[in-house]
């Protein structure tokens, strides 16, 4: 059991596999179908205990995966990379702060470009009033 906001990591894990689909969407249409049934597009999702105090969550994609440049952006609010009309840039932002804020826990992204796409969100199991 993990003390939290659930509603809100919810939203939190509903932004990064929404963007995942996305990013994966993108991707497959620039590959053929052979292409893609021989390396089809998947999302993994694994939860992990850390020193019985923490809780990781990993979401990860085997896309085209992100350059630094733009990871060091995804937090920020009103950053996007999805075209005009498609989505708000604030999807990555208001995860942060629900994390980082509300749980005082920590999110970040391991990417590189041809490897896919990680975000970690890591939680303390109990809510302590740290600030």
Known sequence: MVECYAGQLNQVFMNIINNAIDALDEFNQ?????????????????????????????????????????????????????PIGKGTGLGLSISYQIVTDKHYGKIWCNSAPGKGTEFIVKIPIQQHIYR
């Open 30 to 82: 620039q590959r053929s179908s052979e292409e893609i049934q021989a390396n089809p597009s998947t999302i993994g999702i694994r939860t992990e205990f850390i020193h019985a105090e923490w809780v990781a969550i990993a979401i990860a994609d085997n896309g085209t995966g992100i350059t630094e440049k733009i990871s060091s952006k995804l937090f920020d609010p009103f950053f996007k990379t999805k």
